[in-house]
C-alpha cells in the first residue's frame, strides 16, 4: 500500500500533451530557430564559442576538427558529435553561407551534396569575420549562464558586431515553427542598419533603397519585387531564383547553353541528371549531350544542342522543368525575448540595434568601471608619492602588513584598496621617472573616464560609436552583389515545338474504349485498312482522327463531362496492336463512355463553335474557347437532366442546317443560327420534340438541297431520299417521319430502330458491324433510292434472322480517314 500511495492517477492526454509542451519549448528556443540578436541557433553559437574560448583563432594554426566538437559536446551541447560537426561543417561551406563562419582545411563537402570527411581528418579554426561576431565578448557585453551541468559558463548570446542573421541567413524546422531567411550583402545591410539608426522613424520602401533585397552566395538572378516586399514587410513572401545562363555558338551553326550560376541550395549533380534524363527519354527534342564542366575555375554546365534546335524554346523548358528556376519561400522567423516571432526586415534591424546598443553600453560600462579603478588606484600612489618620506616611515613601524595597511589608511586617508596598491608598490617605482609617469598616466585616464562617461550619457554619441564600428566591418568584409535582382517575375512559355516533334499521325478509339496513337507509317505498312486494327475480339474501330503531335483532343463523354488530352500523352503503338484502355490515361470512370473526341490545336485562335446534342432532344451552342482549362481530371461540358446522356458533340461547320434523327424514324431540319450561344455548363434548348420513348439516334450536318440522306436500321435495311424532301423547320417541333417499319406477323421485319444516317452526295462505303466483332461492307449505292421520306427500304446488308448491326463506320480503306 506505501508503494501505491506514490503514484496519483492521471490523463494519458495530459500528461503528453505536457511533456510534448516542453519538449516543444526546448527545440524551438534551443536547437531550430535562431536567435534575432546574433542570427545563429544554439548549437552554431556553442561552437564558435569554444572554438575562441580555446584559442583557434584565425592568426594561429588549424586544429583538428574532431577537438573543437569533443570541446563543445563536452562542455556545452550534450546532444552528440554528429549535430555539432554537421552544424561546423555548414558554416565553413562557401555555397551556403555568404561569409563562412570557420576556416576549414581539408574535405568540407561540395555543391553536389558530397559529404564532408569525418572530423577526424578535417582541421578548422575561427574565420576573421566570425570574430567579429565574439569581438568584447570578454569586456561584459553579453551575459553568460551556467552550462547543462554548472561545470563553467556560456553565453546567452554573442555580441554580433554585424547583423549575422540577415548576413548569412538561416534555414530550421522546430516543433510548429519553421524559419527560412536568406542571406543578404553585408554591405547593403549594414548600410541600411546604419540609416535606420540615423532615422528610426523611416519606412519600409526607403529602407529597401539600402537592402534591395538577398543576395545568394551562388547567385543567379532574383524575379519577384513584390514577393521581396511581401517578405520584408510581413515575414512571408515568394521570389523566383533563375540560374545564369548563357546561349553560345559554336562552329557549324550548332549551339550550346552554358551555365555559370545555379540557385541557392540546389544540388549541381541532381540537376545534371535532371537535364540528362530530360535527353534521354527524349522529353525534349534538340538536346545532344550534357555535360558538368565545373572546376577550379568555378561552376560551368554545357548542354550541347542539335543543329537547328531552338535554343531559347529548350532552355525555357529546362528552366520550367528543372531546377535551373526554383521558388524561394521567406519566412523570417527568429526569438525574440524567448519566444519566436515571425518578422519584417525592419523589426529585424531595430531589435538588432536594440542589441547593439545594450552590447555598446554594456562595454562602455564595463571599461569605465576598470578605468576608473585603476584612477583610484593611481590617486592613492599618487598621494603616497607626495609624502614618500612619510609613508615610508609609517610603514617600517608598522608590526605587520594588515598593520602598516592599517596605519596608512587612517594615517593619510588612503582607501583599502589604495593602501594595498602602495604595499605592493616595486622599490624602483619610487624614482622621478616613475612618479611623473604616474601622473601622466592618470592624466590619460580622466581623459577616457571623460569620454566613457560622455558616451554613457549621450544617446547620439553611443549611436555614433556603433555607426563607426560597423562601417569598419563594412569596408573589410564587403564584397560585391553576386545575384541580380529584377523586379518583374518572366512568366515560361514553353512551346509544344519544343517538346515534341510535330508529326502527322492517326489516334483510333475502339468501341471498347482502347487508345493509340499511331504513326502514318504504320498504318500504310499494315495495308491502310481499319480491319488490321489490332481491336480484341467483339471489339472494333469505331473512331480515327487524323491529327497532329501537337494538338490536343477534346474527350467528350455521355454524362456530359470532359478531359483535355494533349495527342503526344497517348501511347504510341503500332497499327496491329491493341492500344491502351483510356479509362487507364484521363481518369473517366469505367461506366462512363466517350461520345466524341475533337482536336484542338490554339484555343485562343479557335473561332468555331460546339454543337452539343442529347439523347432527350436537347441541343446547345458553345464556344470552344470555353473548353480551355488546364486540369487534368473530368470537367462539366454540359447540364443533363435526368436520365438524359450526350451522344453527338460537333463543330460547327459551314453547313447551316442541323438535322435529328431519332431512332423511330422521326427527324427535323432547323437552321443552326436558332441555337443561341451559351455558357459552358448551360443545359441547352430543346430541338425536337419526342414521342413516348422515342430517343435522338443520329445528328447530321446538312446545307442546301444537292444529296441524298440515307437511313440504316439494325436489321441492314437502308433508303435513299433527296434532300429535297426535307424542308428547313423551325426548331423544337415534332419533325417528319423519315423511314416506315413493318409491323405484323406475316411480313418480315425491316429493323427496330434507326442505327445509322449519313448525307451522301457521291456514293460512300461502309461497315457494319455485327458481333462478335464481324464486319460487313456495303455502300450507299445499293441502298433504295426513293422519294418517299416514309419508306420500307430495302436490305442491303446481308445477314442471319438473330443477328442486329451495333455500329456503322465509315471503311477506311475506300474513303480515306475520317
Known amino acids: 500500500m506505501e508503494n501505491n500511495d506514490k503514484f496519483l492517477p492521471a490523463f494519458l492526454e495530459e500528461i503528453v500533451g505536457d511533456r510534448f509542451g516542453r519538449y516543444s519549448k526546448y527545440i524551438i528556443q534551443d536547437r531550430a530557430i535562431p536567435d534575432v540578436r546574433d542570427g545563429l541557433k544554439p548549437v552554431q553559437r556553442r561552437i564558435l564559442y569554444a572554438m575562441y574560448d580555446s584559442g583557434n583563432t584565425p592568426e594561429k594554426g588549424y586544429r583538428k576538427s574532431a577537438k573543437t566538437v569533443g570541446d563543445v559536446m563536452g562542455n556545452y551541447h550534450p546532444h552528440g558529435d554528429s549535430s555539432i560537426y554537421d552544424g561546423m561543417v555548414r558554416m565553413a561551406q562557401p555555397w551556403k553561407m555568404s561569409h563562412t563562419l570557420v576556416d576549414g582545411h581539408g574535405n568540407w563537402g561540395s555543391p553536389d551534396d558530397d559529404p564532408a570527411a569525418a572530423m577526424r581528418y578535417t582541421e578548422a579554426r575561427l574565420s576573421s569575420i566570425a570574430m567579429e561576431i565574439l569581438r568584447d565578448i570578454d569586456r561584459n557585453t553579453v551575459q553568460f549562464k551556467d552550462n547543462f551541468d554548472n561545470t563553467t559558463q556560456e553565453p546567452v548570446v554573442l555580441p554580433s558586431r554585424y547583423p549575422n542573421l540577415l548576413v548569412n541567413g538561416v534555414s530550421g524546422i522546430s516543433s510548429g515553427f519553421a524559419t527560412e531567411i536568406p542571406p543578404h550583402s553585408l554591405r547593403e545591410v549594414i548600410e541600411g542598419c546604419i540609416a535606420l539608426m540615423e532615422n528610426p522613424e523611416m519606412e519600409l520602401p526607403e529602407l529597401m533603397n539600402y537592402i534591395k533585397g538577398p543576395d545568394f552566395p551562388t547567385g543567379g538572378t532574383i524575379m519577384g519585387g513584390d514577393g521581396i516586399r511581401d517578405a520584408y514587410s510581413t515575414g512571408k513572401g515568394r521570389i523566383y531564383v533563375r540560374s545564369k545562363t548563357e546561349i553560345e555558338t559554336l562552329r557549324g551553326g550548332k549551339q550550346q547553353i552554358v551555365i555559370t550560376e545555379i540557385p541557392y541550395q540546389v544540388v549541381k549533380v541532381r540537376l545534371v541528371t535532371a537535364m540528362e534524363n530530360i535527353r534521354l527519354e527524349k522529353k525534349v527534342e534538340g538536346i545532344a549531350e550534357v555535360r558538368d564542366e565545373s572546376g577550379r575555375d568555378g561552376l560551368r554546365i554545357v548542354i550541347e544542342l542539335k543543329k537547328e534546335a531552338d535554343a531559347q524554346g ?25 519566444a519566436p516571432q515571425q518578422m519584417g526586415l525592419k523589426s529585424i534591424l531595430e531589435a538588432y540595434i536594440a542589441h547593439q546598443r545594450e552590447v555598446v553600453t554594456r562595454r562602455t560600462q564595463h571599461d569605465l568601471d576598470k578605468v576608473e579603478d585603476r584612477a583610484h588606484v593611481l590617486e592613492g600612489l599618487a598621494k603616497a608619492l607626495n609624502v614618500l618620506d612619510e609613508v615610508i616611515a609609517a610603514i617600517k613601524a608598522s608590526k605587520n602588513r594588515q598593520d602598516a595597511q592599517n596605519n596608512l589608511q587612517w594615517m593619510f586617508g588612503l582607501t583599502e584598496r589604495q593602501a594595498d596598491a602602495i604595499l605592493t608598490l616595486q622599490l624602483y617605482r619610487i624614482t622621478n621617472l616613475e612618479i611623473n609617469q604616474v601622473e601622466k598616466e592618470l592624466n590619460d585616464i580622466q581623459k ?8 554613457l550619457g549621450s544617446d547620439k554619441k553611443l549611436v555614433g560609436l556603433i555607426k563607426k564600428e560597423l562601417l569598419e566591418i563594412h569596408d573589410k568584409h564587403g564584397i560585391n552583389r553576386r545575384s541580380i535582382i529584377q523586379d518583374e517575375v518572366e512568366e515560361l512559355k514553353v512551346n509544344l515545338e519544343v517538346m515534341i516533334n510535330s508529326e502527322d499521325v492517326l489516334v483510333s478509339l475502339s468501341n471498347d474504349g482502347y487508345i493509340k496513337r499511331t504513326s502514318m507509317m504504320s498504318f500504310n505498312r499494315s ?21 497532329n503531335t501537337l494538338d490536343s483532343l477534346l474527350v467528350f463523354t455521355q454524362r456530359g463531362q470532359y478531359f483535355l488530352l494533349p495527342v503526344h500523352q497517348i501511347p504510341d503503338f503500332k497499327w496491329k496492336e491493341t492500344g491502351k484502355a483510356i479509362v487507364n490515361i484521363i481518369p473517366m470512370t469505367r461506366e462512363d463512355r466517350i461520345v466524341t473526341m475533337i482536336p484542338v490545336r490554339n484555343f485562343e485562335e479557335e473561332q468555331a463553335d460546339l454543337i452539343f446534342v442529347t439523347k432527350r432532344g436537347q441541343v446547345k451552342r458553345t464556344e470552344i474557347k470555353e473548353y480551355a482549362t488546364k486540369r487534368s481530371g473530368a470537367v462539366a461540358a454540359c447540364k443533363l437532366g435526368d436520365g438524359d446522356e450526350v451522344i453527338s458533340v460537333t463543330r460547327a461547320g459551314q453547313a447551316r442546317d442541323l438535322m435529328l434523327i431519332t431512332k423511330d424514324g422521326m427527324s427535323i431540319r432547323f437552321r443552326a443560327e436558332e441555337v443561341n450561344p451559351m455558357g459552358r455548363v448551360a443545359a441547352g434548348v430543346r430541338g425536337i420534340q419526342l414521342v413516348g420513348d422515342d430517343e435522338v439516334a443520329v445528328v447530321l450536318w446538312v ?43 406475316r411480313s418480315k421485319p425491316n429493323g427496330n430502330r434507326i442505327i445509322g444516317a449519313f448525307v451522301c452526295e457521291e456514293h460512300r462505303s461502309f461497315l457494319a458491324i455485327l458481333p462478335p466483332n464481324r464486319m460487313i461492307g456495303f455502300n450507299s449505292k445499293a441502298a433504295l433510292q426513293t422519294d418517299e421520306r416514309r419508306h420500307i427500304g430495302k436490305q442491303i446488308v446481308e445477314m442471319d434472322k438473330a443477328d442486329s448491326i451495333t455500329g456503322i463506320v465509315e471503311d477506311l480503306s475506300s474513303n480515306g480517314s475520317t
Open 448 to 455: 577616457k573616464i571623460t569620454n566613457f562617461r560622455a558616451i
Open 703 to 745: 446545307d442546301g438541297e444537292e444529296g441524298q440522306l440515307m437511313v440504316i436500321t439494325d436489321l441492314g435495311y437502308a433508303k435513299r431520299t433527296s434532300l429535297l424532301q426535307y424542308q428547313t423547320q423551325s426548331r423544337g417541333g415534332k419533325g417528319l417521319s423519315t423511314f416506315e417499319f413493318k409491323e405484323g406477323k
Open 314 to 338: 529548350i532552355l525555357a523548358y529546362l528552366l520550367k522543368k528543372t531546377d535551373l528556376q526554383v521558388t524561394y519561400n521567406f519566412n523570417m522567423v527568429a526569438i525574440v525575448n524567448k
Open 527 to 547: 495495308g491502310g485498312e481499319r480491319n488490321g486494327s489490332g481491336a480484341k475480339e467483339d471489339d472494333y474501330i469505331r473512331d480515327v482522327i487524323n491529327v
